[in-house]
């Protein structure tokens, strides 16, 4: 976890104004859901390895002494948990406010999400989740405008040379069971092959074959996974098609990649990633999940949502889009009388320039260093008190 000060925090919420201003165009609601959720909610929901990582709330005043006392049965001395995405609370908003909801529901959120893992650059600890989801499209009408919207987004951002990955959990589950045989709970082998360009062949194969699996069985599925291609006779290939055919005619970079396979466990259908050149990491993943509302006592709904990576585009955007649209003026004075009749003619000058940004400071002792950081702000302009009131 972090603390961000200016001008980078200035630089997030305009990138992130931005953001929400394209969903928006598309049609996209925002709502919020809180920070803590209870654990009956989070843990359970197939968000694979992320379920290890929550950060777990104890139980509070005298339900907490209440397990604490001596002879107290088995319990959980934790009762809620900070989300570790913003995917399974918002399945849990839709159970809950259903019949408050139109249909399709199409929804847009930035918001913080934790988990308790180790810090890495473009990962931390706390970290805000750029969601778009659609509830109630069993389509690929929803893939394609989700991928579309998300592509737009980087592209609108100054970010060039993005490629969508496409892949889906069906063919995948199909080809796994060719080589691996049947599976009751694919989740640890997902995870598994969700490693291959982080870790390797090699280091796959070993740690399936640690699972239990034949090793020659691993490395047949791994170069199967490697040289697949789309047979439009196949109905779910022939969707992921039409899918690419969508998005190239839009002028996007997509492509078919047998090798996607994401560890999150609640995928059931498509799956997309967003690759970029100049960065080892993905800029934006997500997928279907039909049903998942169910779990909630709700319809089980067809949902699909992709998520940007917040921090690793803030990281990449094209700062120049992002300069205020008016002047940047600082305003100096000398002395208390100077800095309240300057306070008074900053704010008329505000209502006939609403562009402007006009800042009135105490003229400090060291005066080139407050010029230094007043310009390192974005100051373009630095003007005496007495100047700015004549």
């Not at 951002?157 to 080809?175: E, F, K, V």
């Not at 998942?292 to 006592?297: L, N, T, V």
Request: proline content about 6%.
């Amino acid at each position: 976890m972090r603390d961000i000060g200016p001008p980078e925090a200035d630089l997030r919420r305009r990138v992130a104004n931005r953001i929400l201003d394209i969903y928006a165009s598309y049609g996209y609601e925002v709502i919020e859901t809180p920070a803590l959720e209870d654990l009956a909610v989070l843990v359970g929901s197939q968000g694979g390895e992320n379920e290890k990582l929550i950060f777990k709330v104890l139980k509070r005043g005298a339900r907490l002494e209440e397990e604490l006392q001596p002879g107290a049965g088995p319990g959980e001395l934790a009762d809620l948990g900070l989300r570790f995405d913003l995917t399974v609370p918002l399945a849990r908003f839709v159970a809950n406010h259903l019949n408050d909801l139109p249909a399709p529901f199409k929804v847009a959120r930035i918001a913080s999400a934790w988990r308790a893992e180790r810090p890495q650059r473009g990962r931390y600890r706390e970290f805000p989740q750029c969601d778009i989801d659609i509830v109630g499209e069993p389509g690929i009408a929803a893939e394609i405008e989700l991928c579309s919207a998300t592509l737009d987004v980087l592209q609108k951002l100054g970010i060039s040379g993005p490629n969508l990955r496409l892949n889906d959990r069906r063919l995948i589950r199909q080809t796994v069971e060719r080589y691996l045989g049947s599976l009751d709970q694919p989740g640890e082998v997902y995870i598994a092959l969700d490693k291959i360009d982080k870790i390797g062949e090699d280091s796959v194969t070993a740690e399936l074959s640690g699972q239990g699996y034949d090793a020659d069985d691993v490395r047949r599925l791994l170069d199967h996974m490697a040289t697949a291609e789309l047979h439009p006779d196949n109905p779910v290939e022939a969707d992921l098609g039409q899918i690419l055919e969508f998005l190239r005619a839009q002028g996007f970079s997509a492509s078919f990649d047998p090798t996607l396979v994401r560890g999150i466990g609640y995928y059931t259908g498509p799956i997309f990633e967003v690759a970029h050149p100049d960065v080892p990491y993905s800029l934006a993943g997500g997928g279907r999940y039909d049903g998942m509302p169910a779990r909630f006592g709700a319809p089980p709904l067809p949902m699909c949502g992709f998520s940007i990576g917040f921090d690793r585009v803030c990281e990449m955007v094209d700062r120049l889009l992002f300069t205020t649209g008016g002047p940047k003026i600082a305003v100096t004075c000398a002395t208390e009388a100077e800095l309240l009749r300057c306070l008074a003619v900053a704010r008329e000058r505000r209502a006939k320039e609403p562009t402007a940004a006009i800042s009135v400071v105490r003229r400090a002792r060291n005066v080139r260093k407050q010029q230094e950081d007043l310009r390192t702000l974005g100051y373009t302009d630095i003007i005496d008190g007495a100047a700015f009131t004549s």
